[in-house]
């Protein structure tokens, strides 16, 4: 079993930052991949950005250049740097662990871009 929490969401103006968190429960070491996940309003899930145990990244088209994937293995915490935010970022933002084949879900954080 692993816990995911999920922090750092809000509200913030087109053009602006934000960095979320996601806290594993166990050492993210033993992780195979952990990811964001984003669902807008109405939507279905996306995936926003992924980082496997090896330190490899991918990204949506829709985010290159502005968002950034890391982890911090140490701290157990895996994070999103979200830059150059726009409208259509608004969503639920989730984290995600692959792990022993199955996947762990965090509880959502609301990310809402509006002037």
């Known amino acids: 079993q692993v816990q995911l929490v999920e922090s750092g969401g809000g509200l913030v103006q087109p053009g602006g930052s934000l960095n979320l968190s996601c806290a594993a429960s166990?050492?993210?070491?033993?992780?195979?991949?952990m990811g964001w996940y984003r669902q807008p309003p109405g939507k279905e899930r996306e995936l926003v950005a992924g980082?496997?145990?090896?330190?490899?990244?991918r990204y949506a088209d829709s985010v290159k250049g502005r968002f950034t994937i890391s982890r911090d293995s140490p701290k157990n915490t895996v994070y999103l740097q979200m830059n150059t935010l726009k409208t259509e970022d608004t969503a639920v933002y989730y984290c995600?662990?692959?792990?022993?084949?199955?996947?762990?879900w965090g509880h959502g954080t609301q990310v809402t871009v509006s002037s």
């Open positions: 980082i496997s145990s090896g330190g490899n990244t």
């Open positions: 166990i050492s993210i070491f033993w992780i195979n991949d």
């Open positions: 995600n662990a692959h792990f022993s084949l199955d996947d762990y």
